[in-house]
């Protein structure tokens, strides 16, 4: 059976949007709605310490509302440990995070963070999580994803997309995507689950579907912010087939 690949719709910036004036609107749960009935797959928020875009409220009621899978993406503290414990989500993604940063810069330092991350990873998937941890395209990192037993990585494309931002045809976009394709490999061949995401645009989703050891792109701020010439409907729908277009023409997906 062929496994087709995932779109995470991440809401974040639809809560930054309704934090910029407070109040309810635009209403994160209902985007996650509106995503759900486009074609995505789960709906991917970012509860931040600072709580910048996603809220508490959010969280409970995108658990109790929502009816695809939930990816918490957290930071690896207590207060955030407590909030997933009781709300149990589909999968939590375990993300670096410092206050000062404007996003998620750089990927989480799984090897060097063996000592801190080990309770996290275990409590979560002692909770039902299905725990995914959100680095570099590094086989460094990739094996201290295997070391801490979470079953998932997610690769930050940040680097590929803003090298293609600057020259989509630039030694540095090839080398970006090279280092994605090498580490899906790698993370196949260690028995993890491979997702990748930050920063994808119509543009730069076509290189990154085709790469066939990915199994989900979590994507949120482009869609959000092509919400406002085409809708955030259509813009979800392009996009998926962007990616069904672009895992057709390399030859399909791994079974499942
Ligand atoms: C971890 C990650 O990549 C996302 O959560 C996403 O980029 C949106 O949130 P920020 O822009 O606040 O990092
Ligand atoms: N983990 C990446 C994600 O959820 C979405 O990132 P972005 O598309 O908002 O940059």
């Known amino acids: 059976m ?19 004036r407070g109040g309810m609107h635009p209403d994160p749960v209902r985007a996650a709605r509106m995503a759900a009935a486009a074609g995505a797959d789960g709906i ?14 959010d969280i409970e009621r995108l658990t109790e509302e929502l009816e695809i899978p939930l990816n ?3 930071a690896a503290t207590e207060e955030m440990l407590d909030i997933a414990l009781r709300h149990r989500p589909h999968a939590a993604c375990l993300v670096p995070e410092r ?15 063996q000592n801190h991350l080990k309770r996290y990873v275990t409590s ?27 079953p998932v990585v997610e690769l930050h494309t940040g680097a590929y997309c803003d090298a293609f931002l600057e020259d989509p ?9 090279k280092r994605l394709k090498d580490a899906a ?17 119509f543009d730069t989703v076509v290189a990154v579907s085709a790469i066939p050891a990915i199994a989900e792109l979590n994507i949120g701020h ?35």
């Open 185 to 201: 490999s790698r993370a196949e061949e260690l028995g993890l689950e491979c997702h990748a995401g930050h920063g994808l645009t």
């Open 169 to 177: 045809i630039g030694e540095r976009t090839k080398d970006c995507l």
């Open 124 to 150: 979560l998937r002692e909770a039902g999580s299905r725990v995914s941890l959100f680095i570099e395209a590094d086989a460094v990192q990739l094996e201290a994803a295997v070391s801490l037993g979470a």
């Open 72 to 74: 918490l993406e957290m």
């Open 99 to 113: 206050r000062q940063e404007r996003t998620t810069e750089g990927g989480l330092d799984a090897a060097g963070g």
């Open 222 to 256: 482009f869609l959000v912010g092509e919400a406002i010439f085409g809708g955030f409907d259509s813009s979800i729908r392009r996009m998926r087939a962007l990616m069904d277009k672009a895992r057709a023409e390399a030859g399909g997906a791994r079974s499942a």
């Open 44 to 57: 991917t928020a970012h509860l931040r310490e600072d709580r910048r875009h996603i809220s508490d409220k």
């Open 2 to 20: 062929k496994r087709h690949l995932r779109l995470g719709v991440n809401i974040d910036h639809v809560a930054t949007i309704r934090n910029a």
